[in-house]
């Protein structure tokens, strides 16, 4: 069997309707597909409705989507709006991506990363506060796994010291805390829709907003910092240029690809869930986690995930490079994840490291990511359970 760590899902009409806008000789950004699926994601994430019918919880009803062309961009726009700059510090996890360090960089920040708990492998909320420094002026937690940080906490906090919050949701579109969707919860939400992730125009994002004033902002750096989109609106009888920006549109192909799966959210977020169940259960099962053998995931209480991956824990590093290159003997594509950010060459010029290194570098070394994606079959996941049974089994003689 060989089985591919992802496959990036294509479903639904999306081909039909990526044809049509083929034909439509429409093909730029912010049209129909675009306004689509930027409702979508605001009918999700600020209203709190969902076609799957799993949410409630209500958030800002002010707050709006913007489609952009990627995460990374989408987490660039919120560093610009949150108005850093140069000699700020902005506070993340350092287990996390380089865009979610790089989009405050860019505007001159340091990065001070604190450390992650081992149970979510989330940054840990209550090291934060010793993180604040009179230069902070953001914290950024990333939701891992689709896993939700503790919002109430990094609220608390940040309304206490008057910094603003920008979620990384990059993996988290569909996951809810305490009933309220993720990408919601703070000032400003960023949503990634790279082929890695539960839904995929191949490269893609939006940013979520709160405020009306952040919403016409974010509109004109997105617009090459032109108002132009109030031009379109009627609101302004020419446009012009008023502020920095950049051209952060998806292409509409791309759009109607995305809604061809936003129309079948649901039943892409309850099979992903089902993958992971199996493998919770089945790797439960070898009755290996527990005994400082393997360790599973943990879902906090109040906090529903989206299956966005699914990972172990080896005992070390050791172990952990050893059970990647079975797998990988077997078929498997299974994968390590993030190298943190603080002991890379960019982290060590452009961060610092907040308190001690307990978790971050021990936990990140011990973690293999398993296959997850849409349509994973079953008998493909009792495969994979059935090769880390054998793994340990050789381990024990
Ligand atoms: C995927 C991801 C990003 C970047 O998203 P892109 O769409 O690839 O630019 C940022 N942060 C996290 C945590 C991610 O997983």
């Known amino acids: 069997m060989k089985i591919p760590f992802n496959r990036p899902p294509v479903v639904g009409k999306s081909s039909e309707y990526m044809a049509e806008v083929l034909a439509s000789r429409r093909h ?8 689509m699926c930027a409702e979508w994601i605001e009918g999700v994430v600020c209203r709190g409705s969902v076609q799957a019918g799993t949410m409630q919880g209500h958030v800002a009803s002010e707050a709006s989507a913007l489609m952009t062309t990627s995460g990374s961009h989408a987490l660039d726009m919120a560093a610009w709006l949150c108005g850093i700059e140069p000699g700020d510090e902005v506070i993340m996890p350092s287990y996390t991506f380089s865009s979610t360090a790089n989009a405050f960089v860019g505007r001159g920040a340091t990065i001070v990363f604190v450390d992650v708990r081992p149970d979510t492998m989330n940054m840990d909320e209550g090291l934060i506060e010793a993180a604040i420094t009179p230069k902070t002026k953001a914290i950024v937690p990333v939701h891992y796994a689709g896993v939700p940080c503790d919002m109430d906490e990094i609220n608390r906090i940040a309304r206490a010291h008057g910094l603003k919050v920008v979620e990384d949701a990059a993996q988290a579109v569909l996951s809810t805390y305490k009933g309220m969707p993720c990408g919601g919860l703070s000032d400003f939400g960023c949503f990634s829709f790279h082929e890695t992730k539960n839904f995929s125009m191949g490269e893609g994002g939006a940013l979520v907003v709160r405020r009306k004033e952040d919403r016409e902002r974010a509109e004109i750096i997105r617009e090459k910092g032109t108002n132009r989109s109030k031009f379109f609106r009627g609101e302004v009888d020419k446009y012009t240029w008023v502020e920095w920006g950049s051209s952060y549109l998806p292409s509409e192909f791309l759009c109607a690809h995305l809604w061809g799966q936003f129309e079948m959210a649901g039943e892409i977020v309850r ?5 992971w169940h199996l493998y919770y259960d089945g790797l439960r099962g070898l009755g290996l986690d527990g005994e400082g053998v393997i360790d599973l995931p943990y879902i906090p209480e109040n906090c529903k995930h989206n299956g966005h991956l699914f990972y172990v824990k080896a005992k070390d590093a050791c172990e952990r490079d050893a059970l990647l290159a ?12 993030y190298v943190p950010l603080h002991s890379a060459p960019a982290g060590q010029k452009y961060g610092r490291f907040c308190g001690e290194d307990r978790y971050t570098t021990k936990e990140s070394e011990r973690l293999l990511r398993l296959p997850m994606f849409y349509g994973l079959k079953e008998d493909e996941i009792a495969y994979i359970v059935g090769k880390v ?7 024990k003689e």
């Open 28 to 35: 730029s950004g912010d049209g129909k597909y675009a306004r």
């Open 271 to 275: 099979d992903r869930l089902a993958s």
């Open 389 to 395: 049974k054998e793994f340990y089994a050789g381990d």
């Open 326 to 337: 079975w797998l990988k003997q077997e078929g498997i594509g299974a994968v390590f994840h």
